[in-house]
């Protein structure tokens, strides 16, 4: 008896404990949350931008949620575009310093932060840079500044682009464990890396002019701001004369080697500030704060503007992958609400499930025979990320956007080898002739094969079928420049895969237009549950998960990528119109 009456002590006092530790976690959030309201601007502030957190098209971040702050990683490139749109216009504002390395972003981010770097700097306002070390994605970034200052013992790296591709036919040879890979006939370079030991030629020519592309757009852009003509960079590049500080001076990629202080006393002398005055600094982080309070765009009707990132697969999405439940509901959510005269889709996305994708197309077709659908490519826009672009009545893109990639495949595993050499012997038995379709431990017979390869044919003509309506081109045109083949915006505007090269900013003001208004407010789309109220719904269930950010800690970043896509295969089910291999460009 004494035992029980110590054992219900016991678990009361654990459940005040938890309850007592879970009211004080409240009251500590929402505390940051009035402190975050506290934040203020002085005069004569420089803005600090240091992106050292990744940063996507957008979080989809509930600001009524007092954990949003605590629990939330990484930064939404459009609160990034707005907080520095802001500060252009504001008079305690005087000008931005770039304090970043190894910045986490894709290169069309980087060319948007770049264009809105420079719509800051045409408003009279300076921009200046100081790195330790300046990756080429960061240069690519600074070089849009007034000057740029390197660290005299720091480095630099531009050498242009290369990218890499594994190859896995030896090691499924090796291991036992194969890819079954069916495809389209003429859909030449897809699933590669699982056929082939070596890249072929007509896949090193698609991507060596893919990454020319990507470079030519860059070089133009540094160009602009540096006064350095392409040829020059060019050489500059093949001679690695940004290798060390002293040369990256001499070449002119940067204005001067200076350790921090230095640097700070050319911004002292920027504004006319005397030697022992502190500089004002404001964080990104803090001034995306105040800035969230100012609306840019107020009018009664809206632009509603849909993010769609990451994999396409079936389910209901969230901000990592796409999901039909989400983002149907955000399309209906914007077509119903007669506020919403316009919708922009802004697409960060390599493809995925060819079903879901069709799916997505279909409501927007829907929802284009009401108002205006604009499409905003970021990143990459291929294959299923570009399938459900297909039908806007307009398509933007970055000239350093990765589209196209219109092909189909299937990709399913076998260990038939594997299970013999170890022993495993599977046998089937079925009702009807057909009922054992396909069994991972049994080599794949004509039959399947023949009937999954009907399907994907089948899908395939289907997706031609749809960029042709929605482009205005035939199917032979189409399939001409399709065959899983990836291009860059510059291109995929030459050959009519996209009508403009621009930002999200672009797509919105055309969305607007087609729908003949002239002052309007923007709506967003869909909200994500945060990563608490997620961890809350895992624990409901039991089944806590350890953050991506523990993860990539341990395992480092290029072992976590790999990670990351060993348990997206996990997830891909049915006919695929994805990228078939990822590229690596660095």
């Known amino acids: 008896m004494k035992f029980l009456r110590n054992l219900l002590a016991a678990i009361l006092g654990c459940l005040i ?53 605590l629990f939330e990683e990484g930064q939404g490139l459009d609160e990034i575009l707005h907080a520095i749109e802001v500060a252009k216009n504001d008079s305690k504002i005087k000008g931005i310093s770039i304090k970043t390395s190894f910045l986490l972003a894709g290169m069309a981010q980087a060319q948007e932060l770049r264009r809105a770097l420079q719509s800051f700097k045409e408003a009279g306002k300076f921009v200046y840079s100081y790195s330790d070390f300046y990756t080429q994605k960061d240069y690519y970034l600074a070089s849009v500044a007034d000057e740029l200052y390197l660290n005299p013992q720091g480095g630099m790296d531009f050498k242009g ?84 500080p002293k040369y990256a001076m001499q070449s ?30 404001v964080s990104l982080t803090d001034y995306a704060t105040v800035a969230s309070k100012k609306n840019l765009k107020s009018g009664t009707e809206k632009v509603a503007v849909i993010f769609a990132q990451g994999e396409i697969l079936y389910g209901e999405g969230n901000k990592e992958y796409i999901g039909q439940g989400l983002i149907n509901r955000a399309l209906k959510k914007a077509r119903d609400n007669d506020n919403v005269k316009a919708i922009v889709l802004r697409v960060d996305s390599p493809g995925g499930s060819a079903l879901v994708s069709d799916i997505i197309w279909r409501e927007i077709e829907l929802t284009k025979q009401l108002k205006p659908v604009v499409v905003s490519f970021g990143n990459v826009a291929a294959s299923g990320g570009y399938y459900i672009a297909a039908g806007a009545d307009k398509i ?24 013999g050499d170890i022993g495993i012997n599977a046998e089937q038995v079925g009702t009807n002739k057909n009922s054992v379709d396909y069994s991972l431990f049994e080599p794949m017979t004509d039959t399947f094969r023949n009937q999954v390869l009907e399907g994907i044919e089948s899908t395939y003509d289907t997706f031609l079928e749809r960029v042709a309506s929605g482009r205005n081109m035939t199917v032979e045109a189409v399939n001409e420049i399709a065959q899983g083949r990836v291009w ?10 996209v009508d403009e090269l621009g930002n999200l900013d672009d797509a919105i003001a055309a969305a607007a237009e087609l729908a003949e208004m002239d002052d309007y407010g923007i709506r967003k789309y869909p909200k994500y549950k945060s990563d608490f109220e997620q961890l809350m719904d895992d624990l409901g269930g039991a089944k806590a998960k350890i953050g991506a950010s523990f993860i990539k800690e341990e395992l480092g970043e290029e072992v976590y990528n790999t990670f990351k896509e060993v348990k997206q295969l996990t997830k891909k089910k049915g006919i695929q119109t994805r990228m078939p291999y990822t590229l690596n460009i660095k």
């Open 488 to 497: 860059s915006g510059v291109d995929a505007q030459r050959l009519g895969l």
């Open 396 to 419: 933007f893109a970055e000239p350093t956007t990765i589209t196209g990639s219109i092909g189909v495949f299937g990709t399913i595993p076998n260990i038939n080898q594997l299970a």
């Open 17 to 69: 404990a938890f309850g007592i530790v879970f009211a004080m976690f409240f009251i500590f959030a929402a505390l940051v949350g009035s402190a975050d309201d506290g934040v203020r601007v002085k005069p004569n502030s420089v803005l600090e931008l240091s992106f050292s957190e990744p940063i996507s098209d957008y979080l989809g971040k509930d600001d009524s949620d007092p954990f949003a702050a």
């Open 161 to 244: 682009l290369a990218s890499e591709v594994l190859y896995y036919k030896e090691l499924q040879e090796k291991s036992g464990v194969k890819i079954e890979v069916i495809r389209h006939g003429k859909y030449k370079s897809a699933v590669e890396p699982f056929l082939s030991d070596t890249m072929s030629d007509e896949n090193r020519s698609q991507i060596k002019e893919l990454i020319t592309s990507i470079w030519t757009s860059m070089l133009e852009d540094i160009s602009n701001t540096r006064n350095i003509d392409v040829a020059r960079l060019n050489l500059i590049a093949d001679t690695l004369g940004g290798r060390m």
């Open 252 to 281: 002119g990629l940067v204005d001067g080697n200076l350790y921090f202080d230095e640097y700070e006393a050319v911004l002292r002398e920027k504004m006319q500030l005397e030697t022992d005055v502190k500089i004002n600094y």
